[in-house]
């Protein structure tokens, strides 16, 4: 019933930017987590950025100063800027979201479809 939908993906030159946008619809009582992990060919799958219901944000040491994590609550949406991008940044990225559909309900993960981002001149 939960759908996470990424967008933004494309290609870009190095030192340029992309923003990535991430919507999550259906049932939702309650978002713990949502956040961005990204996987390239021959790598195991990585958190680049997360961020928490209340606000919290973390993010991998190779993208600290910059990538950018952001949400708009109202609409469930989590957002990623990427400045400066590298060749190293080019991957395919997931959206992912940690919540309950319900009062009753566990926490549960739900993943996005992945946007490929590829870093190139």
């Known amino acids: 019933q939960v759908q996470l939908v990424e967008s933004g993906g494309g290609l870009v030159q190095p030192g340029g930017s992309l923003r990535l946008s991430c919507a999550a619809s259906g049932s939702i009582f309650s978002i713990n987590r949502m956040g961005w992990y990204r996987q390239a060919p021959g790598k195991e799958r990585e958190l680049v950025a997360a961020?928490?219901?209340?606000?919290?944000?973390n993010y991998a040491d190779s993208v600290k100063g910059r990538f950018t994590i952001s949400r708009d609550n109202a609409k469930n949406t989590v957002y990623l800027q990427m400045n400066s991008l590298k060749p190293e940044d080019t991957a395919v990225y997931y959206c992912?979201?940690?919540?309950?559909?319900?009062?009753?309900?566990?926490?549960?993960?739900?993943w996005g479809q992945g946007t490929q981002v590829t870093v190139s001149s």
């Open positions: 992912n979201a940690d919540l309950r559909a319900h009062w009753y309900s566990n926490y549960n993960e739900y």
């Open positions: 961020i928490t219901g209340g606000g919290s944000t």
